[in-house]
C-alpha cells in the first residue's frame, strides 16, 4: 500500500510558492511593457539604452545567486526571502517614480540583486518538504508562477498602461511584493520539523523520507567540488544557452508584437499573454511524466530542439506572414518553458543536500548571464537591423546548443533506482 505523508504540505505551501515567484517574476517582467510603451520617449532613452536596462537586472541577478543560496542552506531561506519581497518591492515601485536615467540604471541592477536570491532559496525550499518522486511537480507548481504571471500581467499592464500611463503601472504592480511578504513571513515554515501545522508523526515521516533518499547519493565535502564537477558545469553552460531564448523572447516579445501592423497597447498585451498559456499546459504535463517515469533528460532536451525549430521556421515565414509567424512564436514559447520543472530536479537527485542549493545557485547564475545576453543582444540585434530576423536565429541557435549539451550532460536513470524510489518514494498528492 502506497504510504501517505502530508497531503496538506501541498495546498499549504504550493500556493504560498507560487504567489512568491509569482511577485518576483512581475516585478522583472513588466519592463518590457514600459519599453513598449512611453517610458522611452519620456525618460529620452535611445534603443541601445533600452536593450542595456532591460539586461542590467541580470548582471545584478548573476553576482549575488550563490551568497543567497549558501545563507537560505546554512540559515533561512524565510528571512532571506521576506526581506527580498520588500526591497524588490520597494525597488519595482521606484521605477514609476524617477525621472533621472542614471537612477533607472541603478535600479535596474539593484533590482537584479535583490531577487538574486529568491529562485534558488525557493528551490532549496521545496526540496526540504518534497520528495524525489514529488520534486519535478513541486519545482513546476513553484515556476509556473513565471508563465502564468506574464499571461495576465501582459493583459493588466496593457490597460494600466493605458489608463493611467507607465509610471503607475509600475508603481501598482510593485506594491503587493511588500503587502506579501508579511503574508509569507507568517504562513511559512523553513523546515518539516518547524511546522505547527504537522503532527510530530507526519514530521518524522517526512523527514526520514528525505533522508532515505540522500543515502543513494555519493557525497561532496563542499561547494568547490561540486562547483567542479563535470555535470554542475555542463548543466550552467546548458542554462545559460536555454535562458538566452527565454528572455530574449520574454523582453522583447511585446516590442516585436506592437511592431506589427493596426496594433495597440492593448492588443499587444492580449497577444503577449497566449503563449504562456501553451507554456503553463506543457510545464504541467512534462512534470506529471518526468515524476511519473523519474526520468529528467527525455523532458528536457525535446522541447529546447522543438523551441529552436520553432524559431527558425519563425524567421524562414518572415514578416510579411506575421499571423504564421506569430503560431510560430507561440510554440516557441510553450516549448521552452515546458522543461523547468525536470531540469530543476536534476540537481537534488544528483548531488547531497549540503551542497545542492549552491549547486542550483550557480546553474542559475550561469542562467542570468545567459538572461543578460538575451535582453541585451536581441534588443541590440532589433535595433540595428530594425527587424526580428537575426534575433531569432540567435535564439534558436542557442537552444539548439542547450538541447545537446543536455543529451551530453544528464545520464539516463537508472533501472534499479527508479524502481528502488519507486517503492519506498511515491507519495500521493
Sequence with gaps: MEKVIAKSRWYRLIPIAFITYSLAYLDRANFGFGAASGMASDLHITPSMSSLLGSLFFLGYFFFQVPGAIYA????????????LIFWGGLAMATGIISNLNLLIVIRFMLGVVESAVMPSM?????????????SRANTFLILGNPATI????VLSGYLIKAVGWRWMFILEGLPAIIWAFFWWRLVADKPKDAKWLTASEQQDLEEQLQLEQEGIKPVKNYAEAFKSKIVILLSLQYALWSIGVYGFVM?????INA?????????????????????????????????????????????????VAFYCSYLVGVNHFWISFVLLIIAGGAMYAP???????IPEILPKNVAGGAMALI??????????GAYVVGHLNGTTGGFGASYIFMAGSLFLSAIITIIAVKPADAKLVNKTKQIGFIKY
Excluded at 151 to 154: D, E, F, G, T
Excluded at 252 to 256: A, E, K, T
Excluded at 364 to 373: D, Q
Design 260 to 308: 506589427a501592423p493596426n496594433m495597440n497597447i492593448v492588443k499587444t498585451g492580449w497577444l503577449s499573454s497566449v503563449p504562456y498559456v501553451l507554456a503553463i499546459t506543457g510545464m504541467l504535463c512534462a512534470s506529471y511524466f518526468s515524476d511519473k517515469t523519474m526520468n529528467r533528460k527525455a523532458f528536457v532536451w525535446p522541447f529546447l530542439l522543438l523551441g529552436a
Design 151 to 154: 499571461l495576465w500581467m501582459s
Design 73 to 84: 542552506e546554512n540559515r533561512s531561506a524565510k528571512k532571506l526571502i521576506f526581506w527580498s
Design 340 to 346: 523547468y520543472g525536470p531540469f530543476f530536479a536534476i
Design 123 to 135: 528551490l532549496l525550499f521545496l526540496s526540504r518538504w518534497f520528495t524525489k518522486a514529488e520534486r
Design 364 to 373: 542559475n547564475s550561469f542562467g542570468a548571464l545567459g538572461s543578460f545576453a
Design 252 to 256: 522583447w516579445l511585446p516590442s516585436i
